[in-house]
């Protein structure tokens, strides 16, 4: 806080003597972002580069070796992580020092190149391609809970919607999964959506991992209402899938009124609005109205966007009052 | 000046400041009580989440009140009067943002306001640029821009509006140096490094005054925008390629040196006095530059091969940040390595960071197009069984 609305705040009397003299001691100066932000970097640089040379070089290192390596620094890491990890709680748990996170994440990156390794070089899984994918996402799931990682948490996710076959991260949620070519798609994402959803309401309401409940609702609340949406505009059913969107909407909304979550609300109100405006142009579009259907259309969204304003600002209005201590 | 109500901006800044110390566990809940009935809340601020949902709402209705303008005028549209409808639209979202969302409504990054701002700055502008018949000279429309922007800057205190307006400025003398003198062509490089750092001084001395506590966010902005464009208007790369772009001059530069000189030295000079005068902009400006001058040095010489290069530097990142953890282990000469943020910040910060983890690194065994996932079919309850 500045000096002089420090004297103004005390001058008032609105602060005593003693959080005065607290707030006047110099503050010092926090590097923690950029050091951690070089760290992330090497870590990258470093895995990349490696990587690289081994690609490169496998002729005269011969496969076995790098095998060996690569297996021996995963144990290497899991054992450091096991031997310095504090006890395991049902809540969260504070890393004991800085590096540890980034052996943890290592570790299980290292599990996985591992396990794609045999897989590419042996065919040690031969055509059960799901076990190539099944096992590392146990491992991850598993520390995740047993390290309480919430970075490893979302491998695991991904992982896991990997092995289901289709993409979660956010840049191929859109990009990678073809729901047009291929609709089997869509009722993956709902069963995967439902499956992290649910995942996301235990821990919160068997208090087992709390903190974990954000990231498996974040990826599961995307991929139901995307592929919820791709089955309205694809499908032939879409009044279906509209009904199953308005159940989703109400209970995220649900969830966001008992978390106080300004996130999911938004995105929640955002993702019905899709539905609804689209179940509107379909109306408009089949009917014969020609330019009054376009005229029509512009006025639905304007007034429905003046809605949905307004429905914002009152529901910011609502959990803000809960949020205020 | 600014267009909100200046107590209301005062009061929120004390708020939000004290409301930070009191998590730092600096005042008691009493006294930000107090502090709370001393300095109410005026202006309306939704929480951020909100802010983008209203932010995306406004762009829609906006671009749905311009269409049904233009199927209005269908008939009779023409360069001009599509020009100068844009103008109208623009004039009428700024008058709308001015005089009931910020003065009646006391909106402050609402998204609602954000909208309107980015909204009639962009219509004016394509209006201009209509009614100027499109063939316009490339440094009008970049003073143009930066007219405007400069507004919305002074207006609203907007920051990215702030980073356009200096970015247009120095496109504007950047082209007006091309399109009239040779000699200023010639000297370009150096027009470029003594305008910004004309700027960031500007800049810097606003910085911290109390009559431009409102721009704060904009003047740091602005301050690493003209650190960024200092070093690259004297960065040996960009000399030579828009050199070469610009006025076909190929091969070394003419005093490559003395840009060599400036590609090095310059982000080492603010990463030094970044830290001795403990500037977070100057640091981490610094600490970003020094990417662009590996890519200098490796566009033009290369050393080793690129997996070398990335061993090595991974090494040395990592055994710098190590050493810099080792060395802050207890907070020495007013650094420290201990987080600022509180804990409520480093939650959410800690859930974005799981997500940039899961997009670098989820590159996993996908299985290939023979596998087929039979599973998810006739599983999910509801409607898809029934399908």
């Known amino acids: 806080m500045d000096p002089n609305l420090i004297n103004k705040l005390s001058g008032q009397g609105l602060i005593g003597p003693e959080s005065r003299e607290k707030l006047l001691q110099p503050r010092l100066f926090s590097v923690h972002w950029d050091v951690n932000t070089l760290l992330y970097l090497g870590v990258l640089l470093l895995s990349g580069g490696l990587g690289i040379l081994v690609y490169k070089n496998i002729d005269t290192i011969g496969h076995q070796v790098i095998l060996l390596l690569i297996g021996l620094t995963c144990g290497l890491c899991f054992l450091y992580a096991h031997k310095k990890k504090r006890p395991f709680s049902r809540h969260k748990v504070l890393a004991p020092n800085v590096g540890w996170d980034y052996i943890v994440l290592l570790g299980c990156l290292l599990f996985i190149t591992f396990i794609t390794y045999l897989q590419a070089q042996y065919n040690v899984f031969g055509t059960r391609y799901g076990s190539a994918t099944f096992i590392p996402m146990l491992v991850l799931l598993f520390s995740a809970y047993y390290f309480d990682h919430l970075g490893v948490l979302s491998l695991a996710i991904t992982n896991f919607a990997a092995w289901m076959g289709i993409a979660i991260t956010p840049y191929e949620i859109l990009a990678s999964n073809h729901f047009n070519t291929d609709s089997r798609l869509i009722y993956t994402g709902i069963l995967l959506g439902a499956i992290l959803i649910t995942a996301g309401y235990l821990s919160e309401r068997f208090d087992l991992k709390k903190h974990f409940a954000f990231t498996y609702d974040n990826f599961g609340v995307h991929i139901i209402f995307i592929a919820t949406l791709a089955g309205m505009f694809l499908l032939d059913s879409y009044l279906l899938f509209f009904a199953l969107l308005c159940g989703i909407a109400a209970y995220c909304y649900w969830q966001s009124r008992q978390r106080k979550s300004f996130y999911f609300m938004m995105i929640t109100v955002l993702y019905l609005y899709i539905g609804i405006s689209y179940l509107v142009m379909r109306a408009l579009f089949y009917s014969d109205l020609d330019l009054g259907g376009i005229y029509l259309g512009l006025f639905y969204f304007i007034g429905s966007a003046v809605a949905v304003v307004r429905l914002l600002i009152v529901e910011n209005k609502k959990l803000k009052a809960h949020d205020r201590v | ?387």
């Open chain 2, 1 to 387: 000046m600014i267009a909100y109500n200046t107590t209301g901006l005062d009061n929120a800044m004390i708020n939000d400041q004290s409301e930070t110390e009191l998590k730092r566990g600096n005042i008691t809940a009493t006294e930000m009580a107090a502090i709370r009935t001393a300095f109410p809340e005026i202006l309306y601020t939704p929480n951020f989440f909100i802010r983008i949902g209203l932010f995306l709402l406004t762009v829609v209705i906006a671009i749905c009140v311009l269409g049904l303008m233009m199927l209005v005028m269908m008939a009779g549209i023409n360069e001009t009067t599509a020009g100068g409808m844009l103008l109208f639209f623009g004039v009428c979202a700024y008058a709308f943002l001015e005089m009931w969302w910020i003065k009646d409504k006391d909106h402050f990054r609402s998204g609602i306001d954000d909208a309107l701002i980015w909204i009639s700055g962009a219509s004016v502008l394509t209006g201009f640029i209509v009614l100027l018949n499109l063939d316009t000279a490339t440094s009008i429309c970049c003073l143009i821009i930066c007219v405007i922007a400069a507004w919305m800057t002074i207006r609203f205190a907007d920051m990215l509006m702030a980073l356009t307006a200096y970015i247009s400025g120095i496109a504007f003398v950047f082209f007006f140096g091309f399109e009239h003198s040779a000699l200023a062509a010639d000297l370009m490089p150096f027009i470029i490094m003594a305008a910004s750092l004309g700027a960031y001084l500007g800049f810097s001395r606003l910085s911290g005054k109390y009559a431009y506590r409102h721009y704060e966010n904009c003047l740091d902005a602005l301050r690493s925008a003209s650190l960024i464009t200092l070093y690259l208007a004297g960065n040996y790369f960009v000399v030579r390629e828009v050199g070469a772009s610009m006025l076909h001059k190929t091969g070394p530069v003419p005093f490559g040196w003395l840009f060599w000189i400036f590609t090095f030295a310059v982000p080492a000079l603010y990463i030094y006095s970044g830290i001795r005068r403990k500037d977070r902009i100057l640091l981490r400006t610094g600490l970003i530059l020094v990417a662009m001058v590996v890519f200098t040095v490796r566009y033009y010489h290369s050393l080793m091969p690129i997996e070398t290069a990335m061993v090595l530097g991974g090494v040395l990142l990592i055994a710098t940040a190590w050493i810099v953890i080792a060395y802050l282990k207890r907070p020495r000469h007013g650094f420290t390595y201990e987080a600022d943020e509180t804990g409520e910040e480093m939650a959410g910060l800690k859930a974005a960071e799981a997500v940039i983890i899961a997009q670098t690194f989820h590159k996993t065994p996908q299985p290939d197009d023979s596998f087929k996932f039979g599973g998810g079919t006739g599983g999910g309850g509801g409607a898809s069984g029934e399908y």
